[in-house]
């Protein structure tokens, strides 16, 4: 019978993830799934650590140095229009390797992982080379 009622439960709750799914789907553009990762991270509590691609179309970021506390971190990049070129932004370290997706000028690239350990990792751009030509900095979890 505990078996049964846990069943239930966890079906109940598929049944709201998907709902809210299909709304974030219907207002989004629906290219990329990491939307739905990101409200999903910030609905559970989760660290949201902004930054921004190099306005000017260099292979930087405006930061090189970020700090979050051991959990959930969403790491939110914008890409500003007048960047002119495709930026992205990844996490790597301590096993865990992930990347965002890659945006056209104007656009927005995340990254969220859970469960992040305290330790050193390197964010980058994952587009063409940029990571090989600086484009990089350290977060470091506490
Ligand atoms: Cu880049």
Not at 69 to 84: D, E, F, I, R
Not at 115 to 130: I, M, Q, R, T
Request: hydrophobic share 35%; with cysteine.
């Amino acid at each position: 019978m505990k078996a049964l009622m846990r069943g239930g439960v966890l079906r109940a709750a598929l049944v709201s993830v998907s709902a809210v799914t299909v709304v974030i789907v219907a207002a989004g553009c629906g290219s990329s799934n990491s939307s739905s990762t990101t409200t999903a991270a910030a609905a559970a509590g989760g660290q949201n650590l902004k930054l921004s691609a190099d306005p000017n179309g260099q292979l930087t970021f405006d930061k090189t140095q970020l700090s979050a506390k051991a959990g959930t971190v969403t790491l939110t990049m914008a890409n500003p229009s007048s960047s002119g070129i495709e930026h992205g932004i990844a996490l790597e370290g301590n096993g865990v390797d992930q990347d965002g997706q890659i945006v056209q000028p104007g656009g927005t690239s995340t990254v969220t992982v859970s469960g992040l350990k305290p330790g050193k990792y390197e964010f980058y751009c994952p587009f063409d080379s940029h990571k090989q030509e600086g484009m990089t900095g350290s977060l470091t979890v506490k």
